[in-house]
């Protein structure tokens, strides 16, 4: 696939953007990334995705789509080479949306609210809910994957990137707090499926390294 077809909006700390990306790397898609200013948003980016302003926007043959859930699907249906991204039953299909669409409105914004939690009390309250959640994604990856070493089963799949890509910035936290979120102890299956996302070959050069992203918190907390 030439890279002319196939553009990419995004900045490369962005764990949505690194969703996209690993899914392409996934379907060995060529691609031009397009780096987006976090501070100065583009033109390029308020007339792509005129509702949400945000990033990523993929270009297929100067078509955008935008959000990163889409964008997997998007991608999934649209080049039937290598991998499936989802499930090809439809039912494990709504399975894994159904969990997708959890992590992203209910998982993950507690991370957030931890980030803003002002006080021990506050962010010893928010991490007990975060450890619910944990539970709850446990169970879930016990169910879902038969067994095997992921979400998607042998492979990476839909669940995986989504909740994969997300755990840069979750060891930011755990080491700016020197604190566990994802406890090998209360949730071990969870936590050795981070590890083997984490190092497996489609995705290690795609997340960043946490100590990068920690550079970068730091300096959004003082400009804060």
């Known amino acids: ?9 995004g900045v490369w700390a962005s764990p949505y953007v690194n969703r996209v990306e690993i899914a392409l790397k996934m379907k060995s898609i060529e691609y031009e990334f397009i780096q987006e ?7 390029l980016l308020l007339k792509s995705n005129p509702v949400y302003k945000k990033i990523p926007v993929l270009f ?26 989802l499930p090809s039953d439809p039912y494990d299909r709504a399975i894994a949306r159904f ?11 507690l991370v957030a609210e931890y ?3 002002e006080g021990k009390e506050a962010k010893a309250a928010v991490v007990e809910k975060i450890s619910g959640g944990n539970l709850l994604l446990e169970e879930a990856f016990i169910k879902i994957n038969n067994g095997k070493s992921f979400f998607g089963g042998d492979r990476i799949g839909y669940v995986d990137i989504v909740l994969g890509s997300l ?16 406890d090998e102890t209360k949730t071990p299956s969870l936590a ?12 290690k050069d795609i997340i960043p390294q946490p100590e990068k992203l920690v550079g970068i918190y730091r300096k959004y907390l003082e400009v804060k």
């Open 1 to 9: 696939m030439a890279t002319n077809c196939v553009k990419l909006l």
């Open 37 to 43: 200013h976090v501070l100065n948003k583009s033109e």
């Open 60 to 85: 297929h043959d100067e078509k955008p789509i935008c959000e990163s859930l889409v964008i997997l699907q998007y991608i999934d249906e649209a080049w039937l080479n290598g991998p499936s991204i």
């Open 99 to 109: 969990w997708a669409a959890y992590i992203d409105e209910k998982w993950y914004p």
């Open 115 to 117: 980030r803003n939690a």
């Open 167 to 182: 755990l840069g910035w979750v060891k930011v936290i755990e080491i700016m707090d020197e604190m566990k979120i994802l």
């Open 192 to 203: 050795e499926w981070a590890e083997r996302f984490c190092s497996d070959n489609v995705v």
